[in-house]
């Protein structure tokens, strides 16, 4: 007779599954699929920050605590790019830009009636 409250301990398998869809979690596509985007409030305060570490010492100025609207983020990382005439991406509530534009960011958000902090 098995032990009704065994359970594996450690296991080399692809590890904690999805309730909804059944995928292993990290490769879980409903939840992020039925998210709804934030609303975006009337003031936004958007930080800078310089990085550096884990980028072969390349830098990238990052926009982060940005609402999570996938619109409003494209459009945003569209006219920042623009503006810096640079590379860069979205990533989650966060707009990367190719190298230290941190003062040329600063100006186009002041310039949108934003509050920079950093």
Not at 2 to 9: G, I, S
Not at 90 to 97: G, P
Request: with cysteine.
């Amino acid at each position: 007779m098995a032990d009704r409250n065994a359970r594996p301990v450690y296991s080399t398998d692809i590890g904690r599954r999805c309730a909804t869809c059944g995928w292993p979690e990290r490769d879980c596509h409903c939840s992020r699929q039925f998210a709804r985007d934030e609303a975006v409030p009337d003031r936004v305060v958007a930080k800078l920050r310089l990085e550096k570490k884990g980028r072969g010492g390349k830098a990238v100025t990052v926009v982060f605590d940005l609402p999570r609207n996938q619109p409003f983020l494209k459009a945003l990382a569209g006219d920042l790019k623009r503006t810096c005439g640079t590379g860069g991406t979205v990533a989650d509530d966060t707009v990367e830009l190719q190298g230290d534009v941190r003062d040329t960011v600063r100006r186009a958000l002041v310039a949108r009636g934003w509050t920079v902090k950093g």
